[in-house]
């Protein structure tokens, strides 16, 4: 088959979260499989074609619609990343596609990188789940209220899935949510666990971290509200009390949205372990690429992975790969990848004294740990390997071109390749709509609008003062029964043409591409 897999990330350019790490290990294990696989991925400098390893990665720059969506930036700016960023992966699809025309597309739900393909039907198309803005919004994580900027996004989402001729998730978890959510027949979401490669992720091998005679307690994930930080360092005073020869290893980036505004998590954490004497038993590493975190885990003795939610979070996988024991919660996905009393020890998401227990009691039994790390590792030989998942996605597939060829019912009627500037002037229209309403609702904006107009197009302002002065004039020195002047007349006609040029120029194009 040739394949094509749309991920705003990938790495190591655009992020090593689970959905880049997913998308990595899907595109290496199909191609190991003697597929043609491709991705379109966001770019974090110029764009660029590059090989990794076999796969094709093509980065892309954001899609940049004339006047660049000013007003609806300030109104929603999460759907204004979302539809220049879903533009720009389309563009550079339906080009490829153009060439030399691919049997399937894969994309995440999250944040409707699906919505072009989807309602045009260019292609059979699967939507793999992650965690939908909808839930974001039922659990507010990550600060996620029901506004509209988020009901939208949420809306896009639900369009493409919709409209997909496969959905697949990682868990029966985040599927059973996800049915109820759409109205969507749970039976026809398919479950396809994540897949890891475990020749890469192994027991065996170089450790990052220097040998100690302490126990080595381990967490790798961002440091945010939804990945469950809080309640681990929370518990660290009460663990080292029971059990005092051990360490805490927290890898991950900061961010900076910790309780009560816009504040570091990093500093917080810290100022909570400095206050309680126990700092000197914490290292806290920044984002380590994917290929060095396998020294990481073989540095562990425990990893931990304290989510408040997550579909299926890498971190578990990567850990039992590497033939350490889990803790986790029941938070998600994670309970149906580690098996309590067997792999690891699962407990109630945000509960430190849960996660206080578990931790002692497996830094107390050497045993017990050395039993769940092989039988973790065990696992993933059985369920998780990267080459297995790739032949279920390859099943998926085929019922998905299946279903493509069945029934062929766009919600866009047009030539797939009208999509995007059709869309660019349906965009600039609504930018449009609403900087109007702005300027019409606040004197404010006004005097934003007028200066940043005299900075930007000082000529079009210049226009604009003398055609007001030349108005004030006529009214004031000639009798309202005389014609328009010719010159106040066609310096309206400029100034109207002059403020319309950026639509004309999209709407040109979009009629001569019909």
């Not at 749970?186 to 091998?205: H, K, M, S, V, W």
């Amino acid at each position: 088959m040739r394949i094509c897999l749309i991920s705003r990330e990938y790495p190591p350019d655009t992020g090593w979260g689970g959905i880049a790490t997913f998308t990595r290990h899907l595109a290496h294990g199909l191609h190991e499989l003697g597929h043609e696989v491709h991705v379109v991925s966001l770019a974090e400098g110029p764009p660029k074609t590059v090989d990794d390893e076999g796969v094709r990665v093509h980065r892309v720059a954001p899609y940049v619609v004339p006047g660049d969506l000013g007003a609806v930036a300030m109104c929603m700016p999460y759907s204004r990343y979302v539809l220049k960023t879903s533009s720009a992966l389309w563009q550079k699809f339906i080009e490829l596609h153009q060439q030399n025309p691919f049997d399937i597309v894969d994309t995440p739900e999250l944040l409707a990188e699906g919505l072009y393909p989807a309602i045009t039907k260019a292609a059979p198309l699967v939507i793999r789940l992650y965690t939908p803005h909808s839930k974001f919004m039922a659990e507010q994580l990550h600060n996620v209220t029901a506004k509209f900027d988020h009901q939208f996004v949420a809306m896009l989402e639900r369009v493409a899935m919709l409209s997909a001729d496969a959905i697949t998730s990682p868990s029966e978890d985040l599927a059973d949510f996800v049915s109820e959510d759409l109205n969507f027949p749970r039976e026809q979401i398919q479950l396809i666990r994540n897949p890891i490669d475990p020749a890469a992720f192994t027991p065996e091998g170089p450790r990052a971290l220097e040998e100690t005679s302490n126990l080595r307690v381990l967490f790798v994930g961002r440091l945010e509200e939804r990945k469950g930080i809080t309640y681990l360092v929370q518990a660290i005073p009460g663990i080292l009390e029971a059990y005092p020869d051990c360490e805490f290893v927290i890898i991950g980036a900061d961010t900076i949205n910790a309780e009560g505004g816009q504040r570091s998590v990093l500093n917080e954490l810290r100022d909570f372990l400095a206050r309680r004497r126990v700092i000197g038993k914490v290292k806290f590493i920044s984002r380590i690429p994917l290929t060095e975190l396998p020294s990481y885990y073989r540095s562990a003795d425990i990893c931990v992975v304290p989510s408040v939610y997550d579909n299926s979070p890498y971190t578990c996988l990567e850990a039992m790969a590497c033939g350490r024991p889990v803790v986790g919660t029941s938070g998600g996905g994670t309970k149906e990848y580690v098996t309590h009393g067997e792999c690891g020890i699962i407990v109630p998401p945000r509960d430190s004294e849960a996660l206080q227990t578990a931790i002692v009691s497996l830094l107390k039994d050497n045993k017990a740990r050395a039993r769940m790390g092989q039988r973790a590792r065990e696992r993933v030989l059985e369920k998780f390997q990267r080459t297995h998942i790739a032949k279920e996605t390859l099943a998926l597939y085929e019922a998905a071109k299946r279903k493509f060829a069945a029934r062929q019912n766009p919600l866009y009627i047009k030539p797939a390749d009208q999509a995007l500037s059709d869309a660019a002037v349906f965009l600039y229209s609504f930018d449009k709509m609403l900087y109007e309403l702005l300027y019409q609702a606040s004197w404010r904006f006004r005097i934003k609008h007028w200066y940043g107009q005299a900075i930007t197009r000082p000529r079009l302002f210049g226009a604009r003062v003398v055609l007001r002065i030349a108005r004030a004039a006529s009214t004031t020195f000639l009798p309202s029964s005389t014609p328009t002047p010719a010159f106040i007349s066609w310096l309206e006609k400029e100034i109207a043409d002059k403020h319309e040029q950026p639509f004309a120029s999209i709407s040109n194009r979009s009629h001569e591409q019909q």
